[in-house]
């Protein structure tokens, strides 16, 4: 990794991150809001004000961690929680659904947005125009990224509530049961599985195989649509 790009590489990285992590919980909250639940409005947390929503380690530190160990490559991040008592909504199970997919869907908006903008940059001033590139570039990576991500059906994450809210309850009961296990597990496929199989010489990069070869697809897909 070039330590002179440092800078560079942390302005195009940090602001799509923190509006992808911004845009997907305050998506949540305001979802929450319309199906009546107020928990996240009442706490403030139903705003665009990625201070409201920024978590120190999730949006700060993993995503430095994540662009210092990938050579400049990649950044991920997360934000905090927005809160959701899915009593107060009027059909819970269902507004559970809407809520978990309001956070992946704006991801997919933003992406989308992102790949419409390229189309304003030749008409940026030099050198402003690179670094203006460089970030719709990286806006449309995490979003997919992190939409993608997010659908694991796999408690606590978003795709997890869809999965208790479709499928048959006595199935959806043992899904919602792995929560507690949910981020364990999680961490396990992303970083345990993989060393595993270097370890043992196969290639078990499971993240790559749920998350990246998907967004991989994606993302083409956005760029095919939108032409650029």
Not at 168 to 178: E, G, K, S
């Amino acid at each position: 990794m070039d330590f002179s790009n440092v800078p560079f590489l942390i302005s195009v990285w940090i602001l799509p991150v923190i509006l992808a992590v911004t845009l997907h919980e305050a998506a949540h909250g305001w979802v929450a809001y319309r199906l009546g639940d107020r928990t996240a409005y009442m706490m403030g947390r139903v705003t665009f004000n990625p201070v409201k929503h920024v978590d120190p380690f999730g949006t700060l530190i993993l995503p430095g961690l994540m662009l210092f160990l990938s050579g400049g490559k990649m950044m991920f991040g997360f934000a905090k929680p927005v809160p959701v008592d899915i009593r107060n909504t009027y059909n819970p199970r269902r507004d559970m659904v809407l809520i978990a997919a309001a956070g992946p869907a704006s991801n997919i908006i933003l992406a989308f947005l992102s790949a419409i903008a390229f189309y304003a940059v030749e008409f940026l001033p030099k050198d402003v125009d690179l670094w203006v590139a460089h970030n719709l570039a990286n806006s449309i990576r995490i979003n997919v990224i992190l939409c993608v991500f997010n659908l694991i059906p796999l408690p606590p994450l978003d795709g997890g509530r869809i999965a208790v809210g479709i499928l048959p309850r006595p199935l959806a009961m043992r899904v919602a049961a792995l929560e507690r296990y949910g981020m364990f597990i999680l961490l396990g496929l992303i970083f345990l599985v993989p060393y595993v199989g270097d370890v043992v010489g196969l290639n078990l990069n499971v993240f790559w195989y749920l998350v990246g070869l998907p967004a991989e697809v994606i993302t083409e897909f956005i760029v095919n649509v939108v032409g650029i």
